[in-house]
Every structure is written in C-alpha cells, then in structure tokens.
C-alpha cells in the first residue's frame, strides 16, 4: 500500500537558495525545512514541493545517474498548479525571474493556462480549471 499521508514532488535545480525564493513567492509560503542540501515547502495538508540541488541527487544515488545539472536546456518536470487568475500568476512569475512559454489561453482539454519556466528549465503551469 503507498502511503499517502505526505507526498513530497523533488524538483532538482542547481541554485537551491534562487529556486527557494522563486517557489516560495509563487506559493506565498516559507519552507518548512530549509537545510543545505534540500528545501520543503508545504501546500496542503499533505503535499510538499521539495528543491534539491542537482548534485544532491547524484551523491544520494552514489554517482548512479547523470547529473540533471548538466542539461537544463530541456524541461524536465512540469508542476501543474489550479489558480484563480493565470494571468496574475503568470506576470507575477516573470517578475520573480521565470521565463515566460505561454501566456493564458484556452487548451484543448478544456482548462485556461498559462506555461513558465524556472530557471531550470522546469516548467510550471497556472491553470483554471473549465467551467
């Protein structure tokens, strides 16, 4: 049985402390845990959205994978976040930093989203959900 009480998504990056503060503006929340090595931030009762560096990942795996530093030129997660206004989360993003993809527009499946970038390439998605 997965236990899911507490889920926690793990976003590499390669600047932990630039990423911090662009997450935590976006979320309006302070890392619950802030060590060297790793970053949490609570957004509900049970998920967490956790920063680890790069290299963290490669010494946890003993050297058993890439480095996911050493190409961000491809995004590699996207973080699909429900708000009231993409538009507002949107510039609010590109004013912490992240780079614009797309503005606000209607998509196919239904929902009204807009696409950013971090600055690892990651992408993170304001979404309204359809009606």
Known sequence: MIDTTKINFIVYVED???SKDLYTAL???APTLDVDGM???QLNDTTFIGLLPGNGIV???EGNIDNPNQNTAYPRCEIYLYVDSPETYYEKALELGARGISEAKQRTWGDYTSY???FDGNIIAFAKARP
């Open 39 to 41: 970053t949490e931030i």
């Open 116 to 118: 950013v970038s971090d």
């Open 59 to 61: 010494e946890i795996l």
């Open 16 to 18: 932990q402390n630039k």
């Open 27 to 29: 979320f309006d929340k």
